[in-house]
Structures are given as structure tokens and as C-alpha cells.
Nanobody, 128 residues
Framework: QVQLVESGGGLVQAGGSLRLSCAAS????????MGWFRQAPGKEREFVAA????????YYEDSVKGRFTISRDNAKNTVYLQMNILKPEDTAVYYC?????????????????????WGQGTQVTVSS
């Protein structure tokens, strides 16, 4: 089982930037689709971004397009989420996740059930 550990969250003013990291254990990390999700208080967990195993394909939720960038370094077993022009509505706990299987490729990248390993989450708070 892969273990995922997020870091990089914090408190930032609106318009600022943060870079989240997700470090993964295990030698099979590089084979899997990886995703970032977030959950605000009282709301369901929602998709933010995903990246294919090679890094060649990236996917974003509409509200973060042009502001957030997902990337990965398979040599370091790490996925990143660069967040720019942060808004108060970006406030949430951010989770990284590893896809359950390589069989479906990037299909269903925005669906939580596609993923079977989750980190503990890192809090991002954007003040207005």
C-alpha cells in the first residue's frame, strides 16, 4: 500500500501563492494517475487537478484553471500543486490521492472512487 504525505499548506492572503507537495512511498508510484482533491467545511470532497502517470496529461477543475498547476517528479516520488492567485473560496483541506488501478488510464480522473490511497490532508486558508 502506498503512503502519501502532503505538505506546504498554510495561511495566505488573497492573491498569494502556495505550493503543495505530496510525497509517496513505494516503487510503483510512477505507474499511476495522481490527483488532488479538496474539502471545505460542510462540503463534499471535490476534484481539483489530476496528472497522468507520465505527466503528459493534466486535468483541472474549471475554477482553478489558469491559476493552479499540477506536476510530478517520478524520480522523487512526489506530486506538486502550485497554487497562484489564491481566493478565499480556495480555503479547504487539500488531499492527494493515487489511482486504484492503471487499467483505466486517466479515465474518471475527477471521481474520488478512482483513487484508493489518500494522504492525511494539508490545510490551506486564504484570507480576504
Amino acid at each position: 500500500q502506498v503512503q502519501l504525505v502532503e505538505s506546504g499548506g498554510g495561511l495566505v492572503q488573497a492573491g498569494g501563492s502556495l505550493r503543495l507537495s505530496c510525497a509517496a512511498s513505494g516503487r510503483t508510484f510512477s505507474k499511476y494517475l495522481m490527483g488532488w482533491f479538496r474539502q471545505a467545511p460542510g462540503k463534499e470532497r471535490e476534484f481539483v487537478a489530476a496528472i497522468s502517470w507520465s505527466g503528459g496529461n493534466t486535468y483541472y477543475e474549471d475554477s482553478v484553471k489558469g491559476r493552479f498547476t499540477i506536476s510530478r517528479d517520478n524520480a522523487k516520488n512526489t506530486v506538486y500543486l502550485q497554487m497562484n492567485i489564491l481566493k478565499p473560496e480556495d480555503t479547504a483541506v487539500y488531499y492527494c490521492a493515487k489511482a486504484r488501478s492503471t487499467y483505466w488510464g486517466d479515465s474518471f480522473y475527477d471521481t474520488p472512487s478512482t483513487y484508493d490511497s489518500w494522504g492525511q490532508g494539508t490545510q490551506v486558508t486564504v484570507s480576504s
